[in-house]
């Protein structure tokens, strides 16, 4: 794959030569563009000899072969990583006063970035306003990690580390011809590729809210990001995937949907439940990895319900939500369905993490059930995870731990065994 890899002026362009080795081992063809300023952070001889290839932010080398226009007609992926700032305001606005902001203005193929800045750079409102800007215009900007930022600081504005900028922006590219993903980088093992061609999968991902008035609701912590991988994953394996997300902002869905996954935005229950059942009427395979309200309340007025001083709170009335996965399991929408479950658990004094997930799965009747502990910076709003797999006796079939990416791929292996041929 030709990628052009663009550096800005940040002190995490160091990070960039980590990414440019990781592209370059995984048999890409990699170019640096460099800003001006990402030169003073990063000498050029360095992105030279990791790629082998010029790096330059000039448009007045090489003018005979119009560098500026022709290596983003022939880029097949382009990422840019560090974006600062600056970079992210100039190509929201189109200026072309550099050979990287030139290129971007030519490419037609899918673009990555990687934002880094310090953290009021980042939650500035131009800032927020740029990114929504190329975000409308299909370029996947990937959120910033939150962590420690130059000197004593720190919030969010951290660079990713580069595997995952890696595998964001390789699993943007269809290849033509291919399965989405099927290619050296996405994540997928090498064996898997192709092991979902001809399947349709449904997964559900994020947290469901159920409102109390116009303003306030009742959620869950879950950052939908591991249902997000699964849908990638099965993506890449070559499935035609619909991605029903609970709640989830458009950085955490961007790279799925450049992958080429259907997303379809819900908030409720019931509207998660009604999705799902649409698009398991003709699915292979459904995972509910979503979390689900267990219950909602009776009644949502129109209007904000007011704090009366001295009165205490009204209490709310609940009634229990539809079980979706139960149902899902019991009515198999198609033959020889497969039903994926999740359940996120906690022990307590009734019995551990496990003996609860043993129970919940003989109680839904899924073919399998993903089991993982939640709470104590484990399963939501972390970048691994450990799961279970039970089947629908409750008996163990499988472990993974990892990252979400790599989570996934073990549950799909764990999946695909248990697919009738088609």
């Not at 550096?7 to 990414?19: D, E, F, Q, R, T």
């Not at 370059?24 to 790629?51: C, D, I, M, N, Y």
């Not at 226009?69 to 600062?84: E, I, K, R, W, Y």
């Not at 290129?103 to 740029?130: F, S």
Request: glycine residues 10%; negative net charge.
């Amino acid at each position: 794959m030709r990628i052009l890899l663009g550096v800005s002026g940040g002190i995490a362009a160091y990070k960039s030569v980590l990414l440019l080795r990781l592209l370059r081992e995984q048999g890409h063809a990699v170019r640096v563009l460099p800003t001006a300023s990402a030169l003073r952070f990063v000498g050029a001889p360095t992105f030279e000899a990791l790629s082998g290839e010029p790096a330059t932010p000039e448009v007045f080398e090489d003018v005979a072969h119009v560098p500026h226009v022709a290596l983003g007609q022939g880029a097949d992926l382009v990422v840019v990583a560090p974006a600062t700032a600056d970079l992210l305001a100039r190509a929201a606005t189109g200026r072309a006063d550099d050979l990287l902001t030139s290129t971007l203005l030519t490419a037609r193929c899918p673009v990555v970035m990687a934002p880094a800045m310090h953290t009021e750079m980042w939650e500035h409102r131009a800032t927020r306003a740029n990114v929504a800007t190329l975000r409308e215009r299909g370029v996947v900007v990937m959120d910033p990690d939150s962590g420690r930022l130059t000197g004593v600081d720190t919030g969010p504005g951290r660079l990713p580390e580069p595997e995952e900028i890696a595998r964001v922006a390789l699993a943007a590219v269809v290849p033509a011809g291919r399965a989405p993903g099927v290619d050296a980088g996405t994540g997928a093992e090498p064996d898997a590729a192709g092991d979902l061609a001809g399947r349709a999968v449904v997964v559900s991902a994020g947290g469901t809210r159920e409102p109390i008035d116009p303003v306030r609701f009742i959620g869950n912590r879950s950052s939908g990001r591991q249902g997000v991988a699964l849908a990638e994953a099965a993506r890449a394996r070559g499935a035609e995937v619909t991605l029903v997300a609970a709640n989830l902002d458009e950085a955490v869905t961007a790279p799925a949907r450049a992958a080429g996954v259907h997303v379809e935005a819900v908030e409720t229950t019931a509207e998660l439940r009604d999705a799902v059942r649409r698009a398991a009427a003709g699915a292979d395979v459904v995972v509910m990895a979503a979390a689900v309200a267990d219950f909602r309340p009776s009644v949502t007025p129109d209007a904000k319900i007011k704090k009366v001083p001295g009165a205490g709170p009204a209490p709310i009335a609940l009634v229990e939500n539809p079980d979706v996965l139960a149902e899902l399991a019991a009515d198999r929408l198609r033959p020889g369905q497969v039903v994926v479950g999740f359940a996120a658990e906690t022990g307590d004094a009734d019995g551990s993490v496990l003996e609860h997930g043993r129970d919940k799965a003989r109680r839904k009747g899924a073919d399998l059930l993903a089991v993982n502990a939640v709470g104590a910076g484990r399963g939501f709003g972390v970048a691994t995870n450990e799961v279970t797999m039970l089947d629908a006796r409750g008996e163990v079939v499988a472990e993974a731990a990892g990252t979400k990416r790599e989570v996934a791929d073990a549950i799909w292996g764990v999946v695909t065994k248990n697919l009738p041929s088609i």
